[in-house]
């Protein structure tokens, strides 16, 4: 009689058991993301590209990853100006280490830096608001023949603002003003820029296809815009962010630190001369552009898209990160930005209402304290 009796109770379990995965699978959705990955199909055949990567994902992990044409989980593409958010995510981990200050006078970590230019800070350097205007293409940032330490040395010695511009005077995008900071970066270190990088944030998120030499090989890194990388160790930087500074197990970034990337740093500064892209009113935290279509108020989506098509981005608001990789000629983003924008909104559709399987999972999401509110804005 007992026996019987224990029978049905874990017959009872079990079915229970069972009848509560099913409940669970049944809220459960692969996304497809189908619309998204057509489009962008659509915009690789019309710019005749050999191929494309799309990365999806949330806190918890990655929720969707695709290549197009030749493109594999091996390619790795020169990402030009989405190299601006990757040296920001290092220059906030040297903050987070007491090396930097983002408010001190770049003077204080290169004395060579005298008169006006003494007092730009890291923060205005990797916002635009140095006082160095459009010099992307500038020849001490292109020369391949010189280091990252002899380029600012140059342009500590011999390049002046231009005329009207000031330091925390003016927004302009350009490259000197990132190339002074990841010098910085080298003094306060005592290593490399690629080297620091690498060993330092790199290795802590698993990432080994980054590094500076997407336009060739150089010691003199364009911090702003010569990094390659391939689908999947983009992704992990994004991730980084989106989980405010947790991932791979670990504590990479403070969250006051990732918070840094949410904070408008133009605000009621002139713009000049912007890039086709961006549109008024301008907002730019550190080496990435802000979403300006929702209220400031709100979670940002933060993206650094970079000339050759590399769409890196993030949206604090939605709880998602991604990227679209391409190789294409310099100003296809311009030709893909609405494309890329489209294919956003087709992301928050497909994921709201639902709960998308994971292809891969972070065990340890906020695993020291959880997620926390918006900071001080």
């Known amino acids: 009689m007992l026996g019987n009796i224990l029978m049905r109770l874990v017959s009872a379990c079990v079915v229970a058991i069972f009848a509560g995965l099913s409940a669970g699978l049944s809220h459960a959705a692969i996304c497809q993301f189908a619309e998204v990955t057509a489009a962008y199909q659509s915009f690789i055949n019309d710019e005749s590209l050999p191929g494309g990567g799309i990365l999806i994902g949330d806190r918890q992990g990655l929720l969707y990853e695709t290549y197009l044409g030749s493109y594999s989980a091996k390619t790795r593409v020169p990402i030009a100006s989405a190299s601006k958010l990757a040296s920001a995510i290092r220059i906030v981990q040297l903050m987070d280490r007491g090396l930097i200050d983002l408010e001190a006078p770049v003077a204080s970590y290169l004395p060579q830096f005298t008169g006006d230019k003494a007092g730009m800070t890291m923060r205005q350097l990797f916002s635009h608001t140095s006082g160095f205007g459009n010099d992307s293409g500038d020849p001490i940032i292109t020369d391949d023949s010189i280091t990252l330490a002899q380029a600012v040395d140059q342009i500590a010695c011999c390049y002046d603002f231009p005329a009207g511009f000031s330091v925390g005077g003016q927004f302009a995008y350009g490259g000197i003003s990132m190339h002074i900071g990841g ?41 702003a815009g010569s990094a390659r990388s391939n689908l999947r160790d983009y992704g ?13 197990g670990q504590r990479v970034l403070s969250r006051d630190a990732v918070f840094r990337f949410w904070q408008n740093n133009v605000g009621e500064l002139p713009v000049i001369d912007p890039p ?16 300006n279509t929702r209220p400031q108020t709100d979670r940002p989506l933060i993206h650094s898209l970079g000339a050759f098509g590399f769409f890196p981005w993030v ?46 999972t972070e065990v340890d999401v906020f695993a020291d304290g959880g997620e926390g509110g918006p900071p001080p804005r």
Not at 276 to 291: E, F, K, N, Q
């Open 183 to 223: 010098r910085v970066a080298e003094v306060v270190t005592g290593q490399d820029w690629q080297d620091g990088w690498r060993n330092e944030l790199g290795t802590l998120l698993g990432i080994s296809s980054i590094d500076w030499q997407g336009l060739g090989p150089t010691q003199n890194y364009q911090i």
């Open 236 to 248: 992990r930087l994004l991730h980084l962010l989106l989980n405010e500074g947790w991932a791979n």
């Open 276 to 291: 086709p892209t961006a549109s008024a009113p301008v907002l730019y935290g550190l080496g990435s552009w802000h979403d």
């Open 315 to 360: 949206d604090f608001k939605h709880g998602l990160y991604g990227v679209f990789m391409i190789r294409g000629l310099p100003g296809i983003n311009t030709r893909g930005f609405d494309v890329y924008l489209g294919m956003l909104q087709s992301i928050r559709d497909e994921v709201a209402g639902q709960h998308c399987d994971h292809i891969e």
